[in-house]
């Protein structure tokens, strides 16, 4: 049971001697802001849901078809197997196998791999095959520090 304190009896009898002296008209528009400013706090809320945002205190994560409707559709052959990771959507390329209709974002980040593996010398028997490095490779070594 809660007790009333003399304050809460005070600020109870402003309002009921307020509310006493209100029109019924007045009273109408102010419900009538009270419940447009209620339908906006709902308006404001993502009715759908949108992949990286955070519902509740929880990020909604991405998944294939979130990739497939951002990114787009492409087809490739992988030379190499590994994984493939994209906005914590993981997808396992195998060599020779070819993937169909994958988003683009993986064969980005495969050719981004290979460029970076040929750059190394890694796998110089891959150049001139479309993966050319854009490092150059007469930079020299680096000074001692």
Sequence with gaps: MVTETPR???VKKQVTRQLKSVSPAEAA????????????????????RVPG????GVKVTYNMSDLKEIYGLC????????PLNCQGVRLQAIAGVELVDVPICFKTIYENHMREQ???GKMSHLEGMGFESTVELGAGALPPM
Excluded: G, H, N, Y
């Design 8 to 10: 809460k009896r005070r």
């Design 29 to 48: 528009r102010i419900a009538d802001e009270l419940k447009a400013e209620a339908e906006k706090v709902v308006e404001a809320q993502p009715t759908e």
């Design 53 to 56: 945002s955070t519902v509740q």
């Design 75 to 82: 087809s490739f052959t992988p030379m190499e197997t590994l």
């Design 118 to 120: 040929i750059a190394a």
